[in-house]
């Protein structure tokens, strides 16, 4: 079986660089055999990717793609604490979605990230989630995710 690095090659995905917390907290703790990721936001090259509530500025197909984008930076600041190599299951994603009035597709934006994970882990891949609509979110960023993964020791 090839790594999570050889696979994330072989998808051509290149993590980015983790994006800098915008209050008072760290991007990723370990405790245990497991790392927990703060909120990430789609933050592409130091730069919120989008802003706006999903539904009414934001389509959700774009949604899915941003959440994907915050689902790498969670993957980015995991890989950053221990090293994307150990990582040997995702147990579970919780997305928020900045949601429109009447908007109730969260669960379509947040697959942005589940099949992210499912294309880089397979079935490792499989995870507990919670798809969350929310009134607004840091900067008007209409998504953020949180990831926990179990690490090998």
Do not use: C
Not at 62 to 70: D, I, K, M, T, V
Not at 85 to 102: M, N, P, Q, W, Y
Not at 119 to 124: C, K, P, S, T
């Amino acid at each position: 079986m090839s790594s999570v690095s050889q696979r994330l090659s072989e998808l051509g995905i290149e993590l980015p660089a983790v994006a800098a917390p915008v209050a008072a907290y760290v991007p990723a703790i370990r405790t245990g055999n497991q790392v927990w990721t703060s909120g990430q936001l789609p933050f592409v090259d130091g730069q919120l990717a989008a802003t706006g509530k999903v539904g009414a500025d934001v389509t959700s197909e774009e949604a899915a793609r941003l959440a994907r984008s915050a689902a790498l930076n969670a993957l980015a600041a995991v890989d950053a604490l221990v090293g994307i190599d150990k990582v040997t299951r995702v147990l579970r994603i919780v997305g928020f979605v900045a949601s429109a009035e009447g908007f109730t597709a969260q669960p379509v934006v947040v697959n942005g990230a589940s099949d992210l994970m499912g294309e880089i882990f397979g079935e490792a891949g499989e995870h507990a989630r919670s798809a969350v609509g929310v009134a607004e979110l840091p900067l008007g960023s209409p998504v953020e995710i949180e990831l926990i993964v179990e690490v090998a020791d």
